[in-house]
Each structure stands twice: as structure tokens, then as C-alpha cells.
């Protein structure tokens, strides 16, 4: 089954901290790998894409991709009340525009 | 507007009746998704398409009915709703090829509750 898991719970951070999220795949031929943040009450909206091992940085945001061990995280930098939300995983294990999402993270900032 | 729009945002129905949410986008991305979300049960995918005329099951499909005419549409039929079928129901698309080959986007959602 081409599972994509995400297995920690609720995550509090204080502001202004870094809030670690891990994901981890099941499908070796997974190439890409999304992370979507999903407020209360709306839809998910795309963050981050990696397709090639190591890291890649957006503003605060960085996704690292490690093929290897099958794991994926996202890191929030100078995390903000805004950032908190549930931050959903996904692969692409399919061979088409399928994706397989993990069932999320939530994330709360604490002022 | 431009994007992906979904209709009704919020819908309440009785067990056995027929309803049909719909979903427009504007991109002429050429897949389309639907998803129901439940507490605990993460993002579901229930029926996808690759292109108009061109339909596939997803992991929860039982009770539910697609299809897709056109490109811009595709409309989610619950043939006759059950209260289990009580949730929110999110469409997506995205694009066959490109950089943004397998982002998807999505819609607002639709709340739909059966009583």
C-alpha cells in the first residue's frame, strides 16, 4: 500500500521558535513530495514542493527530502501565530497526478 | 474568477435524497479530484479523473457517482445520502505536465451534513 505517514502529535511551539514536522513513505518510487497547511474550517493550500534529496528553503519554510531512509520534514523557522494550522503531507506514488496525503500534523504557536 | 470554485459551500440534506455538488475550474487543468476529509480519517480520495469522458476510483467511491463532460467540470453525485456521507467535501486539480506537474489545488470546500 502506498502509505504516507505522519505520526506525531498536536506540536506546540513558543514564538519565534522552530517547529519540526517528519513524514515518512512507503513507495521507494515516490519522486515528489508536497506539504500543504490547512487552517480550521479551509482548505489546504500548497507550501512547499521537493523533488530532489536534500534541502530546499522558502522564506521561513524549509523541506527536506531524504530518499534514502523514506522521510520527509518540514522545518518553520521563527515560527508565528499564524503558522498555526495542520500541515498535511503528501507523495506522489501513483506514476499520475494521484497523491497519497498523510493524515496531518497540527501545529499550535503559542504567544 | 480564475481558480477552482465549488458550489455549494454548505448543504444540508435527508437521508435518501439525491444531491450533487459541483466543481468549476477555470486553469483547463486536465486532472480533477474529489476528497472527503473526517476527523481522524485525513484527506479521502473518492473519485478522480484525467480528462474529460475519463473517470477513476479512488479509496472511498461506494455510494458516490462522477463525471466529467467537460474539462472545467466535475460534479460529485451522492445518488442517495446516508449520514455517514455527513462531511466535508473538497475538489482539487491539477496539471498533466510542467513544473507543476502533480500540485494540487483546491476548492473551498463544501459542508455538506445529512440528517
Known amino acids: 500500500q502506498k502509505e504516507v505517514e505522519q505520526n506525531s502529535g498536536p506540536l506546540s511551539v513558543p514564538e519565534g521558535a522552530i517547529a519540526s514536522l517528519n513524514c515518512t513513505y512507503s513507495?521507494?518510487?515516490?519522486?515528489?513530495f508536497f506539504w500543504y497547511r490547512q487552517y480550521s474550517g479551509k482548505s489546504p493550500e500548497l507550501i512547499m514542493f521537493?523533488?530532489?534529496?536534500g534541502d530546499k528553503e522558502d522564506g521561513r519554510f524549509t523541506a527536506q527530502l531524504n530518499k534514502a531512509s523514506q522521510y520527509v520534514s518540514l522545518l518553520i523557522r521563527d515560527s508565528q501565530p499564524s503558522d498555526s494550522a495542520t500541515y498535511l503531507c503528501a507523495g506522489a506514488p501513483y506514476g499520475n497526478n494521484r497523491l497519497a496525503f498523510g493524515k496531518g500534523n497540527q501545529v499550535v504557536v503559542i504567544p | 474568477d480564475a481558480g477552482i470554485t465549488q458550489s455549494p459551500r454548505y448543504k444540508i440534506t435527508e437521508t435518501g435524497r439525491q444531491v450533487t455538488l459541483m466543481c468549476h475550474q477555470t486553469w483547463s487543468h486536465s486532472y480533477m479530484f474529489w476528497y472527503r476529509q473526517d476527523l481522524g480519517h485525513g484527506l479521502r480520495l473518492i473519485y478522480y479523473s484525467a480528462a474529460a469522458d475519463i473517470t477513476d476510483k479512488g479509496e472511498v467511491p461506494d455510494g458516490y457517482v462522477v463525471s466529467r463532460s467537460k474539462t472545467e467540470n466535475f460534479p460529485l453525485t451522492l445518488e442517495s445520502a446516508t449520514r455517514s456521507q455527513t462531511s466535508v467535501y473538497f475538489c482539487a486539480s491539477s496539471p498533466w505536465d510542467g513544473r507543476a506537474k502533480n500540485i494540487q489545488y483546491f476548492g473551498a470546500g463544501t459542508r455538506l451534513s445529512v440528517l
Open positions: 513507495d521507494r518510487g515516490s519522486q515528489s
Open positions: 521537493i523533488y530532489s534529496n
